[in-house]
């Protein structure tokens, strides 16, 4: 940082170089600050900082006090907006009382709601990228988590009240004094700290338990109010398992650590405004995550479709840092801290897993884990099974609305099988595996399609386009109840019961097996009782359900080709 004064005023020129700065929230700053200038130009805001360079490593920017003024003003605006309650705060009488009528359950409600006029950040960046502006639910969810968790207690957001009432933000006067101080003191070879807030670097304290200071050089602390520009966020949700509902949990941050600064900053502001704007409820569909590593790979999805319109590496980061923050009463806590490095080959796995974005959210956690541990795709699916009600795996009359799990089974054989008929058969593990999948596959189908038909009283050698609509309705009744039978049955078996039960029972409708299907299958309830046990409590996920066509007859899934057939 050097210094330069004229007569009219004192301009300081602060140099940043990648390779300097401490962290990737440092480095996502510097990142974010370079976006925030683009935005000022863009719109036409010619009062803030002037950026004289930047390239992959380094830039460099020419402040005065007037334009560090304009620069924190327009990043700290904030705004009084209308905000309607259902409950009265209980401190502050409500401005208006209205009665509004509401969609609960499929039925109309009428409820009173209370306005207020509440405070809000305006995030003028993000407004300016969006392309419905402050309506759009990215900005609604970027400002619901600047809310949320980085400045979730209202003793931080002084500057944005400051803002709401015309005045203009108060540190920069000191942050002036600090970044003088600090070039003076640069060409003694002395630094300038100062402490730095929670609010502005995540996991940070003023000072901790032990009264120790966190600080930071006052050019680089400069930073971190930027870096939320360069930070995708998104939303965990789980599924709770006694009213099977969502349970959204907080917010998920994603903050890279840029390698290429000048890649990084237009893979950025193109991130921003090419987000899809579907909605889930009030939230932007495709924030919803299941995973926090899913936050990060859905980030580098979206930068490696900019490369070159497909799958591609980007070069313009070193790895992602995620932390899932959730405000639990008055305090902000860190869920989980990740840190993913990108792979070409995970990153094409991921595009193939990635699929349409429907896939049930069970199914699509346990296949993004696998997928990241390196493990098939089905391990540790018994877990889910012990921690969820059978009806989320086997449909019935109390499976949640929505997606159904085994749907998304299904395609998974189904994936599995092609490539069984696309590829001839080795000796090596992997084959082996995937003529695992089809065997159990098969031989549960043969077991569920058999038992529901007796249960049924339906001719084994009728067909389903032959069914009457009496038929198909008996059929569809008992389908579910012999798929949870046997899955009960296994879910209670351990090791050698397993087999008894797999030879006894699934293998006993009349289901011939080859030597080689034989053998493979004998081994591995020999050695590998527990895989078959989740394989087959899969397939029978996959096939507990029936959907009429018009004529009655049973509709397969287009994806479940005549390769799975008995």
């Not at 950026?51 to 327009?74: G, K, M, T, V, W």
């Not at 209370?114 to 809000?120: A, G, S, V």
């Not at 790895?319 to 990153?347: F, S």
Request: aromatic residues 10%; neutral net charge; charged residues 25%.
């Amino acid at each position: 940082m050097s210094a330069t004064q004229t007569p009219e005023e004192q301009s300081l020129l602060l140099q940043y170089n990648l390779t300097d700065l401490p962290t990737a929230q440092h480095k996502a700053g510097l990142a974010g600050l370079l976006l925030h200038l683009r935005s000022l130009e863009a719109r036409h805001l010619t009062a803030g900082p002037v950026l004289e360079r930047a390239d992959a490593l380094e830039a460099s920017i020419r402040i005065s006090r007037d334009s560090l003024q304009c620069l924190f003003d327009d990043l700290y605006a904030g705004a009084l907006e209308d905000n309607r309650v259902r409950s009265k705060y209980p401190s502050k009488a409500p401005l208006a009382e209205k009665t509004d009528a509401v969609q609960r359950n499929g039925k109309e409600e009428q409820v009173k709601l209370f306005l207020y006029k509440d405070l809000r950040p305006q995030c003028e960046v993000i407004a300016h990228w969006r392309p419905q502006g402050k309506q759009d639910p990215w900005f609604r969810l970027w400002q619901g988590m600047l809310w949320g968790v980085l400045r979730a207690q209202p003793k931080t957001r002084g500057e944005y009240q400051n803002r709401a009432d015309g005045q203009p933000v108060g540190f920069t006067e000191r942050l002036w004094r600090s970044l003088t101080k600090a070039e003076a003191g640069r060409a003694k070879g002395k630094f300038v700290v100062e402490s730095i807030a929670g609010s502005l670097f995540i996991g940070a304290q003023d000072k901790n338990a032990e009264r120790v200071g966190f600080e930071g050089h006052v050019e680089h602390n400069l930073l971190l109010h930027f870096w939320p520009w360069a930070a995708p966020v998104f939303v965990p949700r789980v599924i709770d398992p006694r009213k099977g509902t969502w349970d959204y949990q907080g917010f998920l941050l994603a903050i890279p650590e840029v390698a290429d600064l000048q890649t990084f900053v237009e893979d950025m502001e193109f991130y921003w405004k090419s987000l899809d704007a579907e909605k889930v409820g009030y939230r932007p569909a495709s924030a919803l995550v299941d995973l926090p590593e899913e936050g990060g790979l859905e980030f580098l999805y979206h930068l490696a479709q900019r490369r070159i319109g497909k799958s591609h590496l980007t070069d313009s980061l070193h790895a992602v840092e995620l932390y899932h923050q959730h405000k639990q009463g008055n305090n902000v806590r860190q869920l989980a801290a990740e840190k993913l490095v990108p792979r070409a080959e995970l990153l094409a796995d991921y595009e193939r897993v990635r699929g349409d974005g429907k896939k049930h959210p069970l199914f699509k956690r346990l296949q993004l884990r696998n997928l990241l541990d390196g493990r098939p795709w089905y391990s540790g699916a018994f877990d889910l099974f012990e921690c969820f009600p059978s009806e989320y795996f086997v449909h019935g009359p109390k499976t949640p609305r929505g997606r159904f799990f085994g749907t998304d089974v299904r395609r998974q054989f189904s994936a599995t099988i092609a490539d069984i008929c696309d590829e001839e058969l080795s000796m090596f593990d992997e084959d082996r595996d995937k003529a695992l999948q089809s065997l159990i596959y098969r031989v549960v189908r043969n077991y569920v399609e058999k038992r529901t038909r007796d249960r049924a009283g339906i001719n084994s050698g009728k067909d389903f386009h032959q069914f009457v609509p009496a038929e198909f309705a008996r059929y569809r009744d008992a389908k579910p109840k012999v798929a949870s039978n046997a899955f009960l049955a296994l879910r209670a078996r351990r090791a050698q019961d397993v087999a008894e039960y797999f030879t006894g029972t699934l293998c006993a409708q009349g289901f011939h097996l080859k030597e080689s299907d034989f053998l493979l299958l004998a081994d591995r309830l020999l050695n590998e009782p527990e895989q078959v046990k989740t394989l087959a409590m899969l397939a029978l996920s996959a096939h507990s359900w029936s959907a009429q066509g018009d004529n009655g007859s049973e509709t397969k899934p287009k994806d479940d080709t005549s390769a799975v057939s008995a």
